[in-house]
């Protein structure tokens, strides 16, 4: 069971903690696993859950092109300046 458990951008993030912590990510409207291989996000017990949580969020950013991201200048809801 996940310890914690976090929306961003419609990805689900679950941060488990047996003996480190490491992220698993759903996409939007589904409950599959993204499998990132060597690139899931981990953390130490040291780093704490919270440093993985900014990796996956990261990851996900990474993952989502700039003009999707309603923050960004060219998403097609942001009203011109």
Avoid: W
């Amino acid at each position: 069971m996940p310890s914690q458990v976090y929306l961003h951008r419609g990805y689900r993030i679950a941060i488990y903690s047996p003996t480190d912590h490491f992220a698993v990510i759903t996409p939007p409207g589904s409950n599959a696993v993204i499998d990132f291989k060597e690139r899931q996000p981990r953390s130490t017990v040291v780093e704490g859950p919270n440093v993985c949580l900014e990796r996956a969020i990261d990851l996900i950013d990474s993952l989502v092109p700039a003009s999707t991201r309603p923050d960004h200048p060219d998403h097609p809801t942001r009203l011109p300046s």
